[in-house]
């Protein structure tokens, strides 16, 4: 998923770098008030697991791999505005110390990854959980099924680009097709990966999850500390 | 769970991840790769800016065994990745009124 420098002509790259800084902008005041000194750390945390596990590519189809990207996973770990900062993050450490992604295209990276991924996947968390009840067993399935429409929705955000400014000439049309088609299977990875690591969470310190915490806090029985 | 016993486990776990299980990590490319070698467009791709950083392709330059070579840059990626996204939310969190220590 992440575009190397060539793809997409650098106009492209320019203005939707300049969407991606603004969208960095927003997320820096947002997790400002947002994150307390008990949810930083984690933020840090899943900066850091998103980095190593996007190391860890499975086999997808034929010849083909993927891996996880994170957004959804973020969302609801740290809340939206921290996670798109963990996720450009990890792109700005991709592209400078392992030439992971060009720097030209870091711009177009960050908003497919930090911005779509991470605002398409913490939506469709948010309109499952409305629907389902309260319970751990439904944040992760909600938190699953935002991961797998966050992997299509970052590479329809490719397909987007490279319908404006792609430097090659070949059919929009079968670009969407095989990056839809593709990144669904990429997709159940996803959210196999993001219902694992956010059970796991809940099971030992469901206190840090931002995605259950709303509810929690009104429903919780607290007993008195002996 | 204590968060230090949660943060230490956590911080293991990725450092096992990248530094050991992602020598077993697929090398097919991948699916924006794949669908760009099938359509035809990956001939426009150019070398990066920087491809001649010494930790290239999750490999750091110059260690001849390969799991001691892709162990290292993972390695170096979690770290590196702990500090600057911890020390940015750090820097950035909320200070809490009620902390009088």
Known sequence: MHIPDGFIDLPTSATVGALAAAGIALSLSGARKSLDEKSAPLAGLTATFIFAVQMLNFPVAAGTSGHLLGGALAAVLVGPYAATLALSVVLLMQAFLFADGGLSALGLNIFNMSLLGVWVGYGTFLLCRKVLKKTKASVVLAAAFAAFLSVPAAAIGFVIQYAIGGNATYSVTTVLAGMVSTHILIGIGEAVITGMAISAVLASRPDLVYGWKPTANNLEIRKAQV | ?101
């Open chain 2, 1 to 101: 769970m204590s968060n230090k016993k949660f943060f230490t486990f956590a911080l293991v776990l990725c450092l096992g991840l990248a530094g050991g299980a992602s020598f077993y990590a697929s090398s097919q490319p991948d699916g924006l790769e794949k669908v760009a070698e099938d359509v035809g467009f990956i001939e426009t791709a150019e070398d990066n800016a920087n491809a001649d950083t010494p930790l290239l392709d999750y490999e750091v330059s110059g260690v001849e065994n390969d799991r001691i070579s892709k162990g290292l840059a993972g390695v170096i990626g979690v770290l590196g990745t702990a500090a600057v996204s911890g020390g940015l939310f750090l820097l950035i969190r909320r200070k809490s009124s009620a902390t009088s220590k």
